[in-house]
């Protein structure tokens, strides 16, 4: 179970280091239309690891609440929602693209804060993973590993993009390749050390696992919602961020269903 754990938990981080990596490939800055497209790809794949892998395992487990089965992933999104809410006012940040800092007031550079930023989206997801996998260890019936490889490779595979769009505008700026590769890296460093931090508090996250499951979602949706829709429909009017978006939804939905 151990090496079965680790490759769950280091695979998403994994996927940000390839991203990242293509400041040594890709010569110029990227294309707004790609920008879209990986933008639309990585929403489409948060939106349904969010139902496959975190909601609907929940309500499964919450069976037994009858007609209140609901209950508890209801109370787990919100929070999750809220909770980014809330560190999105609190940890200062730079989105991609924009010359205006969130969050408390500082002085940290530019490029520091635009990691700041990636490294906020990052968070809930090493914390689904660290969820799914801390269910699984603890010998859950609705989750297997399969359930938590599949959503390991699904946000691997929105976590590519990621790497790159903040690695490739550091490098636009003037940035040395190989610095800008680590800033990358750097941004999605939280992932597993989220995952393993909450599979560290298994003990007590079992008895609420539902309520986790369905927390890491609403965190998820959040950053969907608030940072990934906006970004891939900026500008002029284009049909790719939504075909991405669409792309990316089903290529998760038949892995999850596929393969979980």
Known sequence: MFIESVSAIFIPFLGTVLGAACVFFLKDKMNRNLQRLLMGFAAGVMVAASVWSLIIPAMEQSEHLGKLAFLPSFIGVWAGFLFLMVLDKLIPHLHVGSDCPEGTACNLGKSTMMVFAVALHNLPEGMAVGVVVAGWLSGSETISFASALVLSLGIALQNLPEGAIISMPLKSNGMRRGKAFRYGVLSGIVEPL????????????????????????????????????????EGEHSHIGPLAFAAGFTLMMVLDVALG
Request: no cysteine; hydrophobic share 60%.
């Open 194 to 233: 989220g995952a393993i931090l909450t599979i560290l508090l298994a003990s007590w996250i079992v008895p609420a696992l539902p309520y986790l499951l369905t927390f890491s979602a609403g965190a998820m949706l959040y950053v969907v919602v608030e940072e990934l829709i906006p970004e891939m429909s």
